[in-house]
């Protein structure tokens, strides 16, 4: 029996709460690439079921995960102001009041794409991106993290998340070339061997090579 395990017996048996989780609860997870974004967007405009107000919350922040890679924690408390910032400067410098321990510097590309992006999130009003529902304050993190993951995971699977947008940021920065040291920096780790777990081949690139193996 692993040492973890064994620990966590002892707390059962002590009528103590298990530490981490459950054995074989654990899941693979996939990064959310391009094609996921497109499909989540479309969906999200298509949907009946979603309220306006609901539909711009999800588009605003899928649009902002995909183009930065960043945490839900480091966008649920942007504004329009934040958002006019970026699009004017061409980059926008996240502080460490979030889970980002130093202050980040987010750069868009030169080409322009992703600003166009911004600019169809941009809010006609001051204001939040993500207010709670009749007031001007902002969601919780929390609760704006389980409202999308759950609607992720509905138009998805079970195998996305929120946290599949940083995967897919990392993945498709991996795949283009940049060295590991580059997307520690751009994307904020503090460890090259947190980079390293994101930067995964995808199930596409793996069907792909072993379609090409002789057996």
């Known amino acids: 029996m692993k040492k973890k395990e064994l620990k966590n017996k002892i707390r059962l048996e002590n009528g103590e709460a ?24 479309n969906a999200t405009n298509r949907s009946l079921e979603l309220q306006s107000q609901t539909k711009m919350k999800f588009i605003r922040a899928f649009t902002l995960l995909y183009l930065t890679g960043c945490r839900i924690s480091e966008i649920a408390k942007l504004t329009s102001i934040d958002i006019e910032q970026m699009i004017q400067a061409n980059e926008y410098s996240l502080t460490n009041s979030t889970k980002t ?18 600019k169809k999130i941009l809010p006609h009003a001051n204001g939040y991106l993500f207010p709670r529902n009749n007031s001007k304050e902002p969601m919780h993190t929390q609760s704006l993290k389980l409202m999308m993951n759950k609607y992720i995971q509905k138009v998805l699977g079970t195998l996305y998340s929120t946290h599949s947008f940083r995967a897919g940021y990392i993945t498709t920065a991996h795949q283009i070339g940049l060295s590991l040291e580059h997307i520690r920096q751009d994307i904020g780790h503090a460890s ?24």
């Open 18 to 41: 298990q530490v981490g989780r459950h054995i074989g609860t654990a899941r693979a997870k996939k990064p959310i690439l391009k094609k996921e974004f497109d499909h989540l967007i």
């Open 101 to 118: 321990k130093s202050a980040r510097l987010i750069s868009f590309s030169e080409n322009l794409e992703q600003i166009e992006f911004l």
């Open 192 to 215: 090259i061997a947190t980079t390293a777990r994101y930067a995964t081949v995808t199930h596409t690139e793996i069907a792909a090579a072993k379609n090409q193996r002789v057996w």
